[in-house]
């Protein structure tokens, strides 16, 4: 039998969900951050620390208040968001597919300015990005458990080989999210309109069928 193809329907840029929990998740990440910072600072594992002023909490203690405290928000938004995005068809429709040659092709066409952007339509460096940043999420959580509870999580902190390497995990995957939001900043400085997509939600297209709003 021919294949069928899929109904189409017309849905935002950006829906609701995706809009809510990408704020909240950079206001979680601030908060995640520059608390986390701080609690660096106290037992610093390089020859730097971070400027008092772009820490949160005053102090050790207040540090980790803020770090824990923030941490709920941060993992009820992206429970929300994954399971969201993955029952809604989000992920496998707007994040996938793509592969080496495509991340190459786009990223060529971006450095010489030549790549055009649909909005509503990711290129293969954000699709590479935000999968990217959904893995370092999950590295940050697994690696932040080891160290917040190591004796709980004793099994965690065997696999990532000792605290120590866990806190290093946890250095670098904050470091990772890091020159993602540079890159994805500098990504969106070059194309405004989606910021603003971003925000509104931007005017309605057509897509695939899905539970998608
Ligand atoms: C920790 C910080 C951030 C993270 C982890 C993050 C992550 C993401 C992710 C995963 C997406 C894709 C969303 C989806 O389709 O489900 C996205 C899209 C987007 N983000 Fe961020 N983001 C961050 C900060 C920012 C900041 C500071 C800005 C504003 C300057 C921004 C502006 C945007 C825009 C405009 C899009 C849509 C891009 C497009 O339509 O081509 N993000 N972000």
Not at 94 to 102: C, H, M
Request: proline share 5%.
């Amino acid at each position: 039998m021919k294949p069928q193809p899929s109904p189409l329907r017309k849905r935002r840029v950006h829906s609701w969900p995706v809009r809510i929990c990408h704020w909240i998740n950079l206001l979680a990440m601030i908060g995640m951050v520059m608390s986390g910072w701080g609690i660096y600072n106290a037992d610093p594992i390089f020859a730097f620390t971070f400027p008092q002023n772009t820490t949160l909490g005053g102090w050790l203690g207040g540090n980790i208040a803020w770090h824990l405290a923030v941490m709920w928000l941060l993992a009820a938004n992206a429970l929300f968001y994954i399971l969201w995005s993955f029952f809604s068809g989000h992920f496998r429709r707007d994040f996938l597919p793509f592969s080496p040659g495509s991340v190459w092709r786009d990223t060529v066409r971006a450095l010489t300015f030549k790549l055009p952007h649909k909005l509503g339509q990711y290129n293969a460096v954000q699709k590479l990005m935000y999968s990217g940043v959904l893995v370092l999420g999950v590295l940050l959580l697994l690696s932040g458990l080891s160290i917040w509870k190591p004796v709980q999580f004793s099994g965690l902190v065997w696999l990532f080989g000792g605290f120590d390497i866990a806190r290093y995990v946890h250095f670098f995957a904050m470091s990772g999210v890091m020159l993602f939001v540079i890159i994805h900043v500098l990504m969106v400085l070059l194309v405004p309109k989606t910021f603003v997509a971003m925000l509104t939600g931007g005017k309605k297209i057509s897509t695939e069928e899905s539970a998608d709003e």
